[in-house]
């Protein structure tokens, strides 16, 4: 019998899949959850013990939050990544790795084919079959819900046929919870006029009272909350959450251009990673030259949108992280943020590394390393080319 890994989520569609794959295909189903850190003990235990009941040959959770840090999240804290100027890549960097890890669990099992449940409508399917076709080439990709053009209600009928008791009723809106922020589609996201209802965000607003937040950076990694210092930048992050997500900060909707060509929106809750970002990257304005910031922003850019699109195993993706953890040598510091409902504010930073310390100047009213014949000679020769320029275009017109 052929084996076959599945990406199980224990949803509807991946419960098809396991059922399917196992009693029409006849393969040996070994179902893994890659819990990227979107999953309480609570909800993985019932998720085993819905797969279990399946028939499978196998299941096994692998918890790769660590590496998620690691090999994504922190390069994108390095880059200030925000697709758009808006949505930190909650879903789409957490792809990219559960599609990596389920890869190598392919090797490792010496399976012959790898499936997962993405319809043929979004950009996971094309994050998925990248990833699998770079590190498991020769390997089968199967997709069911996809090829078989299934919809809700037919997978619906398959599983009560098969006695598969879950709760079929689809929420009105659709959570992807995720250590780097929460999406949430619903039929507002479906057009290009509404806005998501206050229901529908998954944390509701209980904190109303202004709160200061501290957070420390070391090379540019999480150190330290409020004072409080975390070995694992993971917990750092968790901690962020837990703390600003009760004021209803981090909302928003991300409209963007899906892989396959068309326009998405997608509504998003990440409380800790835009704060962590906006808080990282003034902290680099103080920290950086203005040229390391320009190219920073560049590369940051391309980065985010390459990673987006599923390319994260191109090796100029590793020449990028080389780029910008180079850049993080003098990036330490204290930020200080005021928590609002709806809102934050970035105070200022300590550092020993600002840029704007007293000794060389304060900007608009004196300085320290150059005299006023400086300034007059430098202007001179920096508007220079200009000057020629217009003499000779313009000055021999009159």
């Avoid at 598969?164 to 479906?190: D, H, P, Q």
């Avoid at 070995?231 to 928003?252: H, L, M, S, T």
Wanted: net charge negative; hydrophobic share 40%; charged share 25%.
């Amino acid at each position: 019998m052929k084996k076959v890994v599945l990406a199980y989520s224990g949803g509807l569609d991946t419960t098809f899949c396991a059922l399917h794959l196992s009693k029409d295909l006849g393969y040996e189903v070994h179902a893994v959850l890659i819990n990227t850190g979107g999953f309480s003990q609570e909800e993985l235990e019932q998720i085993e013990q819905r797969a279990k009941g399946l028939g499978i040959a196998s299941f096994v959770i692998l918890d790769v939050t660590k590496t998620y840090y690691q090999e994504v999240i922190k390069f994108l804290i390095f880059g200030n990544v925000l697709k758009n100027q808006t949505y930190p890549l909650s879903v789409s960097a957490e792809r990219i790795l559960q599609a990596k890890t389920l890869a190598d669990y392919v090797k490792k099992i010496g399976a012959k084919s790898v499936a997962h449940g993405s319809t043929g409508a979004g950009n996971d399917q094309v994050r998925f079959d990248m990833i699998f076709q770079t590190i498991i080439p020769d390997i089968e990709i199967i997709t069911p819900i996809r090829d078989l053009k299934l919809s809700r209600e037919e997978e619906i009928e398959y599983l009560k046929k098969h006695g598969v008791s879950m709760n079929f009723e689809k929420a009105a809106y659709s959570i992807n919870k995720g250590i780097w922020g929460t999406s949430v589609g619903g039929k507002e996201t479906l057009t290009s006029n509404q806005t998501l209802p206050e229901a529908a965000w998954p944390t509701q607003l209980s904190k109303t009272e202004t709160e200061e937040l501290s957070i420390d950076f070391e090379k540019g990694e999480l150190k330290a909350v409020n004072g409080v210092t975390f070995e694992n930048p993971v917990e750092a992050i968790k901690k962020i959450q837990e703390i600003a997500a009760p004021f209803g900060i981090g909302r928003d909707i991300h409209v963007g251009d899906t892989i396959i060509g068309i326009k998405g929106r997608v509504g998003f809750e990440a409380a800790a990673p835009l704060i962590i970002i906006k808080s990282h990257q003034l902290l680099e304005k103080h920290c950086l030259t203005k040229w390391q910031s320009f190219w920073k922003n560049q590369m940051s850019e391309f980065y985010g949108n390459h990673l987006h699109e599923g390319h994260y195993l191109d090796p100029v993706m590793r020449n990028l992280e080389a780029f910008l953890e180079s850049t993080q040598e003098f990036v330490s510091g204290k930020v200080k943020i005021l928590l609002h409902p709806y809102r934050f504010q970035l105070v200022g930073i300590e550092s020993k590394h600002d840029m704007m310390a007293s000794k060389f100047g304060s900007y608009g009213e004196m300085n320290k390393g150059y005299t006023a014949d400086d300034v007059k000679g430098f202007t001179r020769i920096l508007g220079n080319q200009t000057a020629i320029f217009h003499q000779v275009n313009y000055n021999e017109k009159n």
